[in-house]
């Protein structure tokens, strides 16, 4: 028997809820018992996309709403410009690639955030971009971008800005509407603590009008049937029934608790973590940028990076995250999002400790215990 402790960007834990509405009995979904379910998701996913404009549940992973984004915004030969500062940046210029627009792409050293100057630079060179595809939290890195800055620079320009916030949304802030972010994406299994298999997308009217002309080949994915169905609370094909049924529940949380408390406690958790990292003589891979949503930690000399998450894991229960394609053995990522507390917080970094000393590695037994209490302490 072993319990089991996830502090992975995704999937995160589930809380109680989640887990006793998934096991309820399946209703049909052209009902008005699910009617009345979908009308209450898509009215708290508004709240926390903090948007008036329409909010669609898809059922696929979170790359199928970065995929609805791409092939309902724009046609073969458009232009895009795309921001590549980690693996997940890189997926939205793989997407425009794989409809054949061209992406001008801003490489960004991964541990880094893009300068919003270098997006306006890029804009005025090529008045022919029609859409800005960003990320909120790379979660490859662990750093976040400053939308709000990249929102008004885009708000000028006839190009839609596109924010994958799939990892950020729900943890940290992203006003879809003040800041200017005409298609919002994100996934069940980060901040909103739920399993994968939703994906949420909003669209503002600036991106319908974008919509309205573009080319690109889509049938699963194509907005304009969704949009036509949730006219009458409806889907076009049958939804994850079980998953939106538990995203109703996750919602009400959300709200009761108030998007301003959730930010609050993500930093809080944040700021443990990487004092608890510190602490313990470890450097942070990204120390200027690094987010509210996941730590990336380098992986001292002379430690096997993945060893270190495997004895985690295997030994312990523990889950962190290793790192991703160039990341790979150098970074571990330490998830503070979603259904994670405190004493999870605090659990994670003991066994971190543990393990590191067992592999090796020279400090002060509990003091990256020490430094974490010590900021929830003072929260
Ligand atoms: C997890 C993640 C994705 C991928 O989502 P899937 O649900 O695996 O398709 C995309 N972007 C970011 C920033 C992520 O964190």
Known sequence: ???????????????????????????????????????????????????????FILTSSGTGAMEAAVVNLLSAKDAALTVESGKFGERWT???NGYGILADVIKVEWGKAVEPAEIEKRLKANPNIKAVFTTLCETSTGVAT????IGKIVAKYNAVLVVDAISGLGAIDLKTDAWGVDVCVSGSQKGFMLPPGLAFISVSKKAW?????????????????????IQKTDTPFTPAISLVIALVEVLRMMKQD???NIFKRHH?????????????????????????????VKVPAGIDGEKLVKTMRDA????????????????????????IEEFDIIAGIACLEKVLKELGYSFELGAGVKAAEEVFLKK
Do not use: W
């Open 94 to 96: 793989e997407l425009c």
């Open 316 to 339: 312990y229960g523990v889950t962190i995250a290793g790192g991703q394609a160039e990341l790979k053995g150098k970074v571990f990522r330490f998830a503070h999002m979603g259904f």
């Open 258 to 260: 108030g998007l301003e």
């Open 209 to 229: 009008d974008m919509i309205a002309v573009s080319k690109s080949p889509r049938y699963y994915f194509d907005l304009t049937v969704a949009r036509k169905a």
């Open 1 to 55: 028997m072993r319990k089991n402790y996830l502090l992975t960007p995704g999937p995160t834990p589930l809380p109680p809820e989640v887990c006793q509405a998934l096991g309820r009995p399946i209703i049909h979904h052209r009902t008005p018992q699910f009617q009345a379910i979908l009308k209450e998701a898509t009215e708290g996913l508004k709240y926390v996309f903090q948007t008036e404009s329409d909010v």
């Open 146 to 149: 400053d939308i709000e800055a």
């Open 268 to 296: 809080t958790m944040a700021s443990a973590t990487k004092a608890a990292m510190k602490a313990l003589g470890l450097e942070l891979f990204a120390p200027t940028a690094s987010s509210d949503v996941v730590t990336a």
